[in-house]
């Protein structure tokens, strides 16, 4: 380093301290990328530029990598510790080779290697972002470009508080050396490959280039499918086609996204500050992949559960707050509303009718839209649910927007298409005790600005706050393996209207296979253990030692028999989750000579269950298995697998659970083999019987599923008493028969009774051949009703057995 570079660098030191604000993505590079500090690394710039890497210098000294004006030590020998692509004044779409010092530096550092067999060389490539600002249509710029010194200290003052320093996946140059050799032109390779790699990132970070809102209302409606659309509109109500060309116009108006940096930049610092004041922390996991995808040029689209409003705010932060560029989102029309509708426009929300039947020129405007978005390629949010769930459950996915996005890429797309399952869960709810009222028959409350205003007044610590990203779903690839060669000529379409006859049933399993997906990457947290473990206790209530002993289990069974590679468990132990669920302030805690006794009142006891639901599915087997040891008292493994074999396909649907037929025996086995070990049940010469000394963690463990069982034997039991019953009559009659049954049994789950769970059951009813004709799905049912029979208490047998008999002499 010149003599010249160290007096300019350290008199740029000081103004820097307050000009910049610096942020890395990832905030952990080392654990993320896996970085070795023990080998020699060596960052790779976009430019040669001293305030990115004084820039860079402040935030490798607090992550404790090495400092990037440092020299390396290699031998003796002293290298520079960066290596830049461009020169001051190149841009990196400048057809100019990489820099004459930076190719002597790379073929050096190549050249080591094949001096010293054991030396591997870390290049990190490494991104300065000032701003993130998207380019507007027509005056694009190039994504990166070297600036001079007046360019640089304006983005200073304008975008220092915004810098984002981002790494990427480390090159080894030991790979590097071994497979391509350490000739010269190795290193105009590498950086032809890095530039790409930087302009993808800042595309990832910004997004594309925004239209203004007219001319892309102008260029929409001049698509001869719209075109038609308003012919169409104009001949079937008889009106002008200037009267239906202004319809149109106020429908793109309706629908269309207004997005804005500016308001974005500053609702993020908003919304920083929200999410400090109402939860103690954020957790966000699998991001990596996420980020791996926009690297790689895929068009995203997230499809996130829906549990509450905060849903679309927290997820737009997360991103932007992670380095990527918030989404478009679908919202429901119900949310255009002032203030409200004006600000989550230019936050990216475009609003979307709760139906589009019987008006053709509204369907065909928002599907071009859609097309539009994803052609230019935009993020996109919706969310599959179509609505949030009051239960706490995944609802059944709604198709329209997915067939949406499959007719799109029918048209053609020029890049993949991915869907990102998200998974969000709060240990706290706002709007859970609204959701307990609706489902017991009152009226939805409708969305204006009064109800915000009411909501903020409740605004306390409502404890952490989870973010999942599920495994992706990569359309292109997901179509080849379900219809080859459905994006040949013959299937593609110019009209967005036009549906091929495969679409369908490819929808319906698609959408299944996301919703599994979301549930796939599922958190528990401190509430919903608690809440679990409380809800399974009769008197809803624990001593806290029982409670710490069934929070153990329920985090052995997890750790021990992982559910899928995306869902997460706490840390913490048993002990410090009780106590952070206390603060929470939901459990009414009493003490007496013997210790503290935990438990939910009457109310808290109905909204519990929401929390539970959130997580259910992570015990659904081995609540099953350990239910069947008690009501069995003795049972071999073969007539466990077997008894669950029958009763899995009904929990696989209502629950998404993600495993196959294929794949059951062997995590029956697991978990099994878990509870064995835990010393819940123990296992003579095949036949596994209950632990008596462990006996009440065990039936707590086997109540979690006992209510979706009550469930199913309310329906399979009519169908043996009546054969013949018509489906409709039968979907009603249960949810009549449940809600007596959980009056009289004081069942609080509002779930239970829930006419979306019973449809659910029915279809998969229908699936499995229960409701073929009489004579073939006779045997079958009964055999499936006599083991539900042996699953329930003879208190429930009874009063399900005498209501379904009033409803056969009614008949």
Known sequence: MSYGHRVSRSLLKLPLSFLVKGKTIPANPVEELTLDLTKPIVYALPFDSDIDLISLQTQTKALGLPDPLTPLQINGQEFSRF???????????????????????????????????????????????WGRKPNQEGKEKPYLQAMNACQKSRLLVSSGRDCMIRFSPVVSLRYMADTHGVDETIAHKLARVARIHFSRQKLAAS???????????????????????????????????????????????????????????????????????????????????????????HEIIYVPCH????????????????????????????????PAGPIFRRGGAFFIRRSFKGNKLYSTIFREYLAELFTKGYSVEFFSEGGRSRTGRLLQAKTGMLAMTIQTMLRGLNRPVTLVPVYIGYEHVMEVSTYAKELTGKRKEKESAGMVLKTLRKLRNFGQGYVNFGEPINLNQYLNEEIPGWSSKENQTQDNSQKPQWMNPVVNKLANKMMTHINDAAAANALTLCATALLASNQRALSRRKLEQQINCYLSLLTQVPYTPTSTVPDSSAAQLVEHAEKLDKFVVEADEQGDIISLDRQQSVLMTYYRNNIIHLFALPSLIAHLVIQKEHISRDELHQAISLIYPFLKAELFLHYQPDQLDTVITDLINELLRQELIKEDNGVISINPSQVQMLILLSRTIVETLQR????????????????????????????????????????????????????????????APQTEQQHKIETLVDLLGELLSPEVQLTLQESIMRKVDSK
Do not use: C
């Open 207 to 297: 997004g594309p280039s925004l239209p203004q809102r007219q001319v892309l209302f102008n260029r929409l409606l001049k698509s001869p499918e719209i075109q038609q659309a308003i012919q169409d509109e104009a001949k079937s109500k008889n009106i002008s086609l200037e009267k239906a060309q202004k319809q149109a116009q106020g429908m793109l108006e309706e629908i269309a996204a207004d997005f804005s940096y500016t308001l974005i930049r500053v609702g993020a610092r908003f919304l920083g500050w929200l999410w400090n004041k109402l939860y103690q922390g954020l957790n966000i996991n699998n991001m990596a992949a996420v980020r791996k995808l926009a690297q790689d040029g």
């Open 83 to 129: 290596v830049f692509l461009t020169s001051k004044g190149m841009t990196t779409h400048s057809k100019q080779v990489l820099p004459k010092q930076s190719v002597e530096l790379f073929t050096q550092l190549l050249k080591l290697h094949q001096a010293d067999s054991e030396l591997d060389i870390q290049m990190l490539p490494t991104s300065i972002l």
């Open 307 to 338: 549990r509450s409003h905060m849903d679309y705010l927290l997820l737009s932060y997360v991103l932007h707050h992670e380095g990527m560029v918030p989404p478009h989102i679908a919202a429901g029309v119900n949310l255009n509303f002032f």
């Open 712 to 771: 199913y034997a309310i329906a399979l039991t009519q169908l043996v008493a009546m054969p013949d019953i018509d489906k409709a009559l039968l979907e009603k009659q249960s949810q009549t028969i449940a809600q007596r049954l959980g009056r009289l049994h004081g069942i609080n789950a509002p779930e239970f009774f829930d006419k979306g769970v019973f449809i659910t059951l029915f279809q998969t009813l229908k699936q499995q051949g229960y409701l």
